[in-house]
C-alpha cells in the first residue's frame, strides 16, 4: 500500500463498497479488470498515454480489421464481429493485462502480487501474443536457426526497439504494422545507407534489411478454420505450420519501405476462415496469403550475404510461381517473382 497506486486503495480502480464487513456487500459493482475503460481509470492520472492509446493498432486492430475488409468481408456484422471477438481479439488486451497481470488469453494471472510494473514483462507479456513467430525467433528457439544478435549477445527486451510510441501509439490511425511504422533499422543504424560498405551501397533501398540479414528460415502456417466444438467451446484448427525462407516483391512501396523486394510468409486465413459463423468473404484474392514480414533473427553474417550467388540466380530463395498453390496464383500476383536476378559473374 506504500507505492503510488496503493495509495488510492482499492476502490478507486475496482469499484466496490467500502466501509463494510460482508464480502458480498463489500464486492457489490466491483470490477475484475477496470482498464478495460482506461479513460475513466488509468486516464485520470496517465491522460495522454491513455488518449494516444486509442489509435495505437494494439487496441484499434486495424492490422486484422482492414485486412478482413480487403476479403470483403462486413467487419460491421453481428456474425464477423462474434467471429473476430472470439478468434482474432482474444491476444489484444487492457492496460492492466500489460502492466498488473498476464494477458486473458493466458487466463491472466498477477505479474509480481499487485505491483503495476512500468515496464511490461518481455516474456509473460509481449511474448505471449507475439511468441509463437517474433518470440521464438527472436530467442533463437528454432532448432538450426540462430536468434537475434539484439538478444543472443545484447540482451535487448522488447522496448529497447519499440519505444512508447509503438506500443501506446503516438496519436496517428495507421492502417496496419507497416503504415508509417514507427520503428525501423534505420532508427538505430542510421548510416548504413551512407557507410561506404559496397553491398550496402549496391542493395540500399532495394532490399529489406532482413533479406541480407535474417539469420534462416521462420515459421509459415496455412489453412487456419475456426469455430466451436460440439460443447461450445471456442476451438480451430490449422495445417501443420512449416519453416521458410523466400523473398518476394514489395507490393506496397513506401517512402518508410521502398524496397523492391521483401521477405514473406504465408499467413494462416483463408476464403473459408470464417465459414462456421457463415462469414463470405467475397473477395479473398483481393490480398495476398504471402505477406511481407520482417523476422526477428537478426544476424550481422548469414547464408545468404556470405556470397552474392546464394541469391543471384537461386531459384530456391525467390518466391516463384511454382512454389504458390495454383489457387492462390491471382491472389499473391503482386509478391510472385517474376525472373530470378542472375548470377554474378556470368
Same mark, same amino acid.
Given at each position: 500500500? &506504500?507505492?503510488? %497506486?496503493?495509495? *488510492?486503495?482499492?476502490?478507486?480502480?475496482?469499484?466496490?463498497?467500502?466501509?463494510?464487513?460482508?464480502? &458480498?456487500?463489500? %464486492?457489490?459493482?466491483? !470490477?475484475?479488470?477496470?482498464?478495460?475503460?482506461?479513460?475513466?481509470?488509468?486516464?485520470?492520472?496517465?491522460?495522454?498515454?491513455?488518449?494516444?492509446?486509442?489509435?495505437?493498432?494494439?487496441?484499434?486492430?486495424?492490422?486484422? *480489421?482492414?485486412?478482413?475488409?480487403?476479403?470483403? =468481408?462486413?467487419? @460491421?456484422?453481428? =456474425?464477423?464481429? &462474434?467471429?473476430? @471477438?472470439?478468434?482474432?481479439?482474444?491476444?489484444?488486451?487492457?492496460?492492466?493485462?500489460? /502492466?498488473?497481470?498476464?494477458?486473458?488469453?493466458?487466463?491472466?494471472?498477477?505479474?509480481?502480487?499487485?505491483?503495476?510494473?512500468?515496464?511490461?514483462?518481455?516474456?509473460?507479456?509481449?511474448?505471449?501474443?507475439?511468441?509463437?513467430?517474433?518470440? $521464438?525467433?527472436?530467442?533463437?528457439?528454432?532448432?538450426?536457426?540462430?536468434?537475434?544478435? %539484439?538478444?543472443?549477445? #545484447?540482451?535487448? +527486451?522488447?522496448?529497447?526497439?519499440?519505444?512508447? $510510441?509503438? #506500443?501506446?501509439?503516438?496519436?496517428?490511425?495507421?492502417?496496419? *504494422?507497416?503504415?508509417?511504422? &514507427?520503428?525501423?533499422? *534505420?532508427?538505430?543504424?542510421?548510416? !548504413?545507407?551512407?557507410?561506404?560498405?559496397?553491398?550496402?551501397? #549496391?542493395?540500399?533501398?532495394?532490399?529489406?534489411?532482413?533479406?541480407? %540479414?535474417?539469420?534462416?528460415?521462420?515459421? @509459415?502456417?496455412?489453412?487456419?478454420?475456426?469455430?466451436?466444438? $460440439?460443447?461450445? #467451446?471456442?476451438?480451430?484448427?490449422?495445417?501443420?505450420?512449416?519453416?521458410?525462407?523466400?523473398?518476394?516483391?514489395?507490393?506496397?512501396?513506401?517512402?518508410?519501405?521502398?524496397?523492391?523486394?521483401?521477405?514473406?510468409?504465408?499467413?494462416?486465413?483463408?476464403?473459408?476462415?470464417?465459414?462456421?459463423?457463415?462469414?463470405?468473404?467475397?473477395? +479473398?484474392?483481393?490480398?495476398?496469403?504471402?505477406?511481407?514480414?520482417? +523476422?526477428? @533473427?537478426?544476424?550481422?553474417?548469414?547464408?545468404?550475404?556470405?556470397?552474392?550467388?546464394?541469391? /543471384?540466380?537461386?531459384?530456391?530463395?525467390?518466391?516463384?510461381?511454382?512454389?504458390?498453390?495454383? =489457387?492462390?496464383?491471382? =491472389?499473391?500476383?503482386?509478391?510472385?517473382?517474376?525472373?530470378? +536476378?542472375?548470377?554474378?559473374?556470368?
Amino acid at each position: 500500500m &506504500e507505492s503510488t %497506486h496503493g495509495k *488510492l486503495g482499492c476502490i478507486a480502480c475496482h469499484g466496490g463498497t467500502g466501509g463494510v464487513a460482508e464480502k &458480498e456487500v463489500a %464486492h457489490k459493482g466491483m !470490477v475484475q479488470d477496470p482498464t478495460q475503460k482506461p479513460d475513466q481509470v488509468c486516464g485520470t492520472c496517465h491522460s495522454d498515454i491513455v488518449k494516444k492509446t486509442a489509435t495505437s493498432l494494439h487496441t484499434t486492430q486495424n492490422g486484422y *480489421l482492414n485486412y478482413l475488409k480487403a476479403m470483403g =468481408a462486413d467487419v @460491421n456484422s453481428p =456474425a464477423t464481429q &462474434e467471429a473476430f @471477438n472470439n478468434h482474432c481479439a482474444t491476444c489484444h488486451s487492457t492496460c492492466g493485462q500489460c /502492466h498488473i497481470s498476464r494477458p486473458k488469453a493466458t487466463d491472466s494471472g498477477l505479474l509480481a502480487g499487485h505491483t503495476i510494473k512500468k515496464v511490461a514483462s518481455l516474456s509473460d507479456t509481449c511474448m505471449v501474443c507475439h511468441g509463437a513467430r517474433v518470440g $521464438d525467433e527472436y530467442r533463437g528457439n528454432y532448432d538450426g536457426v540462430d536468434g537475434d544478435v %539484439h538478444w543472443v549477445k #545484447l540482451g535487448m +527486451p522488447c522496448v529497447t526497439c519499440h519505444k512508447d $510510441d509503438s #506500443l501506446h501509439g503516438d496519436g496517428q490511425v495507421r492502417a496496419n *504494422l507497416y503504415d508509417k511504422p &514507427e520503428t525501423t533499422c *534505420l532508427s538505430c543504424h542510421k548510416t !548504413v545507407l551512407t557507410d561506404g560498405v559496397q553491398q550496402h551501397t #549496391l542493395h540500399g533501398t532495394k532490399l529489406a534489411c532482413q533479406v541480407c %540479414h535474417a539469420a534462416g528460415d521462420y515459421k @509459415n502456417c496455412s489453412n487456419c478454420h475456426v469455430g466451436k466444438d $460440439d460443447k461450445g #467451446l471456442i476451438m480451430r484448427t490449422l495445417d501443420p505450420s512449416w519453416m521458410d525462407f523466400k523473398i518476394g516483391k514489395n507490393p506496397t512501396k513506401t517512402a518508410d519501405r521502398p524496397y523492391d523486394y521483401v521477405l514473406v510468409r504465408h499467413v494462416p486465413t483463408n476464403a473459408d476462415l470464417f465459414a462456421y459463423y457463415k462469414v463470405t468473404f467475397t473477395t +479473398p484474392n483481393a490480398v495476398s496469403s504471402w505477406r511481407p514480414t520482417t +523476422p526477428h @533473427n537478426i544476424q550481422r553474417k548469414t547464408t545468404q550475404n556470405a556470397a552474392c550467388n546464394n541469391c /543471384h540466380g537461386n531459384d530456391k530463395v525467390f518466391l516463384t510461381k511454382d512454389k504458390v498453390l495454383p =489457387a492462390e496464383l491471382d =491472389a499473391n500476383k503482386s509478391v510472385i517473382v517474376d525472373t530470378v +536476378p542472375p548470377k554474378m559473374g556470368q
